[in-house]
């Protein structure tokens, strides 16, 4: 198992590299020009994301792509055309795993489209629990973030079709996809694709201090990693089977050091201080 640091490390592909900054890890895509997606990219990004998930310092995960143009446009185009139909089809079931990985891993996922985030890019997003946009630059251009994959004859295969009418509905996120729109971060925030948008200059340092919101000592990390349990895997059980799941992350909870310093904080009127255990 590769352990995160401080120090940037490449992940064995060299297609992610990750470090861990004050309990947040960020995972980021690389590769020239548009940090395109390949089997190779999400060998690595599959390998960060286990190795965050096992890292008692880490409380929070951050995706964004290498330089200021792209997060992500989806991907290789290239690739694809070169492999057997058979090829694809394992490409992109372990694509979904990898999305399914992030949606599983029990801490906060963000992602930070610091660019073009369309077609795959925005499906990788979508797995996220959290998408924070950068907003156009003044008198610039932003990105932009849909998913067009039908104007290449296709559909979009990473989990786009599904993700998206679940956080949108069926109708909207079918208008969506037939339509091909694209959007600017604006007005993707006006759709509800982002969650909010934080500002072009200095947009890193702003999602760094918007994800130590979740982390120890100022959160209390295993609590929101149970509540993003119950929600992903909870929404589409029976409500007594969801129930029966809220009270056993409840109750692991309340067994943590985190509950009883929250309780005893709150009792005394003084700020918790949380440790993440």
Same mark, same amino acid.
């Given at each position: 198992m590769i352990e995160l640091?401080?120090?940037?490390?490449?992940?064995? #592909?060299?297609?992610?590299?990750? @470090?861990?900054?004050? @309990?947040? *890890?960020?995972?980021? !895509?690389?590769?020239?020009?548009?940090?395109?997606?390949?089997?190779a990219m999400m @060998?690595? !990004?599959?390998?960060?994301?286990l190795a965050a998930r096992f890292d008692d310092g880490v409380d929070v995960l951050v995706l964004c792509g290498a330089g200021e143009k792209f997060f992500c446009a989806g991907a290789d185009i290239?690739? !694809? #055309?070169e492999v057997t139909p058979r090829w694809k089809y394992s490409f992109c079931l372990h694509a979904n795993e990898t999305m399914l990985r992030l949606e599983h891993t029990p801490k +906060?996922?963000?992602? *930070? +489209?610091?660019?073009?985030c369309v077609g795959g890019g925005l499906?990788? *997003?979508l797995a996220a629990d959290i998408r924070l946009a950068r907003a156009t630059p003044e008198g610039g251009k932003g990105g932009r973030i849909g998913l067009p994959e039908v104007k290449l004859g296709v559909l979009p295969g990473t989990g786009g079709t599904q993700r998206l009418a679940r956080l949108l509905g069926p109708s909207r996120a079918m208008k969506m996809m037939v339509e091909a729109s694209t959007y600017t971060p604006e007005d993707a925030l006006a759709e509800g694709l982002v969650h909010e948008l934080l500002p072009a200059e200095g947009f890193e340092e702003a999602v760094q201090?918007?994800?130590?919101?979740?982390?120890?000592?100022?959160?209390?990390?295993?609590a929101v990693g149970?509540?993003? @349990? *119950?929600?992903?895997?909870?929404?589409? +059980?029976? +409500?007594e089977s969801g129930l029966a799941l809220e009270r056993e992350l409840q109750q692991r909870l309340f067994e943590s050091a985190d509950a009883k310093e929250g309780l005893a904080a709150f009792l005394e009127k003084r700020p918790a201080e949380f440790e993440g255990r």
């Open positions: 640091t401080g120090d940037w490390q490449e992940m064995p #592909q060299g297609k992610v590299r990750a @470090r861990v900054v004050q @309990r947040v *890890a960020w995972l980021v !895509l690389q590769e020239e020009p548009a940090n395109s997606y390949s089997y @060998r690595d !990004l599959d390998e960060a994301v290239g690739m !694809l #055309q +906060l996922v963000i992602a *930070a +489209l610091n660019g073009h499906e990788v *997003a201090a918007y994800a130590r919101r979740f982390t120890a000592p100022h959160a209390a990390s295993m149970n509540i993003k @349990r *119950a929600v992903q895997s909870g929404a589409d +059980l029976p +409500l």
